[in-house]
């Protein structure tokens, strides 16, 4: 019986197997993954405002930057605003909590609820539609004068007849360390003074812009030269002498239902009060009152 060599097909199959392995292709190296990048900070939110409910009605939203016994600083997306206490109902905080101040006016309108269109002009009349944007005029007083009347005017004259007066006479106190500072404000407590035949609609008061309307006899198209001017008492409350400190004018036409618009632009300048031994305002002629008529549709914005 012939052996079996079992030890050479052993040594061929080992050789076989090597030079098909060495024949396969490389196995390529993966790669490490690349560092996961890092996700874009979200952006931070905004902080929900201050909503201060006023007693007429009006709502002003801001953040609440001071405050004191007797007013609030708010700072809102058209400037810093002082409101007195006095003039606050409530004050809706950002985390949502309720602070009530005072009673709302019995004629108060809420602010949801549906405005009231304005009624129509009479036969024969013009209406005059001014809105007021930019600074507020001011002035601080020296406390050592007692007696000084505090009262500003803002006086609206048509060919140099006054046809209307607003008069604030409310001090905004904590403005000016050692000082008395009135700033002439169309909310509550300004007074409303129409020359005979003239109807003076309430101020729509709105961060950044009051509006004033008032109807005056028009029975045609007719030319006129409006004035504003704003007044200090340099008497007494009982004998008053007021004296224009800032005024400006312009031409406007006025027409039986057709509005005529004035937009009025207002820049502190360099106002101040200032001055040693002495303290008394300085530069208040730097304020400026800018003046620009328009015809009605031009500007939807003040449409009455």
């Known amino acids: 019986m012939r052996p079996r060599h079992v030890g050479g097909a052993a040594a061929t199959f080992g050789l076989g197997a090597a030079l098909a392995l060495a024949q396969q ?22 902080p929900a405002p201050d909503v201060y409910h006023l007693r007429n009605g009006d709502r002003i939203s801001g953040r609440t930057v001071a405050q004191t016994r007797r007013s609030f600083a708010v700072q809102t997306p058209f400037g810093r605003l002082t409101l007195p206490r006095a003039r606050v109902a409530k004050v809706v905080r950002a985390d949502g909590t309720e602070e009530a101040f005072n009673p709302f006016d019995d004629d108060a309108v809420p602010a949801a609820a549906v405005p009231v269109p304005a009624p129509t002009p009479a036969t024969g009349t013009g209406r005059l539609v001014l809105a007021i944007s930019g600074k507020t005029f001011w002035q601080a007083f020296d406390p050592r004068e007692a007696e000084r009347d505090l009262t500003l005017r803002l006086e609206l004259r048509l060919d140099e007849e006054a046809v209307v007066v607003y008069s604030d006479s409310e001090p905004d106190p904590d403005q000016i360390p050692g000082a008395i500072v009135n700033a002439f404000s169309f909310a509550e407590g300004l007074t409303v003074a129409p020359a005979p035949g003239v109807r003076v609609h309430p101020a729509e008061v709105r961060p950044g812009r009051i509006v004033l309307k008032l109807d005056v006899a028009a029975p045609g198209p007719v030319a006129k030269r409006l004035r504003l001017a704003y007044q200090i008492n340099t008497g007494t409350a009982a004998e008053p002498g007021w004296k224009d400190v800032v ?39 730097t304020f400026e009152l800018n003046l620009t008529a328009t015809t009605a549709g031009t500007t939807p914005a003040l449409a009455p």
């Open 25 to 46: 292709a490389p196995v390529a190296e993966t790669p490490p993954p690349a560092p996961a990048a890092k996700p874009a900070p979200s952006p931070r939110p905004t």
């Open 247 to 285: 005024s400006a004018a312009t031409e406007l036409t006025l027409a039986d239902g057709q509005p005529a618009l004035v937009d009025v632009r207002q820049e502190r300048g360099r106002m101040e009060f200032a001055g040693f031994p002495r303290r008394r305002m300085r530069h208040v002629e």
